[in-house]
């Protein structure tokens, strides 16, 4: 089992940065790929990054590649989301999420089996 809980969102101005971080506990952290995903009023939940177990993998949504960075600190049982030159566009709730026993990436919202809460990304044009 993995818990996770979100925090560093906020407000930004466009072409600003936010840096989200996602506190897990649970004995499996460091065997999990981990993913962030988000989701905006009105639209469907998109992914935006994934990240292997180990840290070596990583991948991103086209629409922020370039721009948000994923990286995750097993010592400390924690995953980040570093993003840069905010768009209005990447306004959403984002989510962490685990995928349990599994340390490969996926870019699919349905192979993550443990989510936190949520943080609230607003970015001002």
């Known amino acids: 089992q993995v818990q996770m809980v979100e925090s560093g969102g906020g407000f930004a101005q466009a072409g600003g940065s936010l840096r989200l971080s996602c506190a897990a506990s649970?004995?499996?952290?460091?065997?999990?790929?981990m993913g962030w995903v988000r989701q905006a009023p009105g639209k469907e939940r998109e992914f935006v990054s994934t990240?292997?177990?180990?840290?070596?993998?990583?991948g991103y949504a086209g629409s922020v590649k370039g721009r948000f960075t994923i990286s995750r600190d097993n010592a400390k049982n924690t995953l980040y989301l570093q993003m840069n030159n905010l768009k209005p566009e990447d306004a959403a709730v984002y989510y962490c999420?685990?995928?349990?026993?599994?340390?490969?990436?996926?870019?699919?919202?349905?192979?993550?089996?443990?989510w936190g809460q949520g943080t609230q990304v607003t970015v001002s044009s």
């Open positions: 649970g004995r499996t952290f460091s065997g999990s790929a």
């Open positions: 990240i292997s177990g180990s840290g070596d993998v990583t």
């Open positions: 999420a685990a995928r349990g026993g599994y340390s490969t990436t996926s870019s699919y919202s349905w192979d993550y089996a443990y």
